[in-house]
Structure formats: C-alpha cells, structure tokens
C-alpha cells in the first residue's frame, strides 16, 4: 500500500501566480479531504469528499481557492491567484467511510 | 466548533505521566487522536465512538464520555518516542461522515 500521494512536496511562487496541488488517495478509499496547517490557525478542514462529489467546501477561505476530485484516484487544490497569507502546509487525507483518516506528507507552500 | 485541548503543552521526563484532554461544545459522534512528529504527517493513534468507552493502545489509552463531549488520552511510563504534538479531531452530530475537526494540538516534549 503507497499511502496518499501528494504533489510537489514544496512549492515556493510569488504573490498573483496560480497554485495547483495534487493529491493521489488511497486505492480503495471512498473520502478524501484537504486540511491546511498553519502555526495561528492549526489544521483547517478546507473540504471534503465523499465518492468523488464535493460534500462540505464551507472551510474553503475564499473564491479564489477551488478543489475538483475528477475520479477516485485523484484530486486538485488549485489557488488562483495566490497571496503570501496562504503560505501553509497542506494535507490531503482519504479514508474508508468513517474509517481513520490516512494523511499524506503534505505540501509546503510558499508564496512570497 | 473547533475542539479545545489543554494543555497547550507539556514536559516529561521518561518514565513520567500525562494527561492530555479535549473539550467540545457541540454534541458528538466520535473522538480520534492523532500524533504528528515535527516535519510530518499526523499518524492516527485511536477512535473512540459514543458510548463511553475506554481504549488503550499499549501505554497510550483513552476515554470519551459523550455526556461532556469530553475526551482524554492518556500516557503512561512515557518514552522519548512519544514526544511530539497531539490532536483530537471530533466528529460532530449522528457522524457516518469522517468529517473531522481538529483541535489546536498539545505538543509533548520527553527528556530524557
């Protein structure tokens, strides 16, 4: 089992460029979600979903954040155009229905 | 709601104990602890489901009673591998979401 996969493991940009993160879930898994991590805000629940349509987006900060999951093997989190506020880490996590939450390594984002 | 943990942090000495508590004020279907070393993704140590139950994971065990939407993990004869910081995520209402929030961690040192 390779666990979730995300992608790029660092991202470091400047303030107006878009941002797109990957994420690769579990083979199996049926939810997906991506938290954000910082040091003032700890780790926000951004969005979640459950067989591949958007449950929950509430925690998504503004318009210019976007998530799309097109099938169960893969999912985006995409911020255009990014600011220097969205500097965090991000997680994505799938899980099985109500099973523990499988977290990915992150992506450390940047954005100067 | 986000959950509340306290304490923010604490200092072991090996082979000392610790309490580390959770406190929400909405109703709740279930409490997971979750462990996250610095520089990585946090790793699920156990789900407790309402109905008061008790589990225990070698020297780490914990409680959830559902009445006071609290929760407390427990440490005990802790080791250097235990340091690191500690979440409960809390899922809210009649659950079968895996939707978790995430209190703001209590970060563990032991020295030895």
């Known amino acids: 089992d390779a666990g979730v996969i995300q992608s790029p493991r660092h991202e470091v940009t400047e303030m107006g460029q878009e941002v797109t993160l990957r994420c690769k879930p579990i083979?199996?898994?049926?939810?997906l979600f991506w938290y954000r991590q910082t040091m003032m805000r700890g780790l926000e629940l951004l969005i979640y979903?459950?067989?591949?349509?958007?449950?929950?987006d509430s925690g998504m900060p503004e318009d210019r954040f976007s998530a799309k999951m097109p099938n169960a093997s893969f999912s985006t989190l995409k911020i255009q155009p990014s600011e220097p506020r969205d500097s965090a880490v991000y997680f994505c996590?799938?899980?099985?229905?109500?099973?523990?939450?499988?977290f990915g390594n992150g992506t450390r984002l940047t954005v100067t | 709601q986000q959950p509340v943990q306290s304490p923010q942090a604490v200092i072991l000495r090996e082979g000392e104990d610790a309490v580390i508590n959770c406190s929400s004020s909405k109703a709740l279907y279930s409490v997971h602890w979750y462990r996250q070393k610095h520089g990585e993704a946090p790793v699920f140590l156990m789900i407790?489901?309402?109905?008061?139950e008790q589990k225990g994971h070698e020297k780490i065990s914990a409680s959830f009673n559902e009445k006071k939407q609290q929760s407390s993990l427990y440490l005990t004869a802790s080791q250097l591998s235990y340091s690191g910081t500690y979440f409960c995520?809390?899922?809210?209402?009649?659950?079968?979401?895996?939707?978790?929030?995430f209190g703001q961690g209590t970060t563990l040192q032991v020295k030895p």
């Open positions: 995520g809390t899922e809210e209402g009649s659950g079968n979401t895996g939707k978790l929030i």
């Open positions: 083979s199996g898994h049926n939810s």
């Open positions: 979903f459950n067989n591949n349509v958007p449950i929950d």
């Open positions: 407790l489901l309402k109905g008061g």
């Open positions: 996590a799938s899980s099985l229905s109500t099973s523990p939450l499988h």
